[in-house]
């Protein structure tokens, strides 16, 4: 069977043979080659070209142990898991917009599977666009790099969760924040309007309860950028709303 993979946006897609028969041997082995694949699946998803017909969208980063296939929308799992995944995040109603940074740039980092997620004010009053813009702007030379900014209306990915990106403030080791965590930068953090803090806050919070749900990340790992290297972030967090508010918020959600 000619079995193609690709991963685009955090999805994974997999090709088939219109009539290829979805067998559990077929899934077992979707599943082997994904895992061969762990390491190099980013480059590897630049270099496939494909003709075929698209049988499903599955996982959504790095959950890749867990797949799920549908044809014409009958869907057909290996594991249950993902299901489950999509059960426990069908209440929370979030959209996401990507604005995805170019895998070559400095500011993209290495692959890797998110444990922990990392909270962070941006300390100024741009919007959550404006933010990820600036990411992309080549005056921004500072190499720093986070996976989604979020105010009062927009969630903005800059990228994939497979992705490090270096918010952390704790170096490059393999060990560090920076590299096993997503980074969320709560925007708006300075608007003179608790009214806007506090929406840009909840979105936060329903955004990390979705990534928790959908990365099996314990809520005990989403911490503070403060608790990553000592920086006083977020600050709005810490000086007006709370942290122990903050995770009451995002249990809310789950
Ligand atoms: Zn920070």
Known sequence: MDVKYLIKENQLFIFVDFDSEISKEFFNNAKKKINNLNKEIITFSRKIGFKGKVIKVVIQGVVMMTITLS??????????????????????????????????????????????????????????????????????????????????????????????????GDGKEISSYNRKSIGIEIAKSTNHDDLVKDKAIDNAAKLTAYLINEHNIPLENVVTHNHASGKYCPHDIYDRYGWDNFIKRVSSYL
Request: glycine share 4%.
């Open 71 to 168: 044809i014409d929308g009958s869907s057909a799992s290996s594991e249950l898991e993902t299901e489950e995944i999509v059960k426990r995040n069908k209440n929370i109603n979030i959209n996401i917009n990507k604005y995805f940074l170019d895998s070559k740039s400095d500011k993209y980092g290495n692959y890797m599977r998110p444990k922990y997620i990392v909270i962070h004010n941006t300390a100024n009053s741009a919007s959550s666009y404006d933010e990820i813009d600036y990411l992309h702007s080549s005056q921004n030379n500072t190499f720093t790099s986070f996976h989604f900014a979020v105010d009062d209306e927009e969630i903005w990915q800059a990228l994939p969760v497979i992705v490090n990106g270096w918010h952390a």
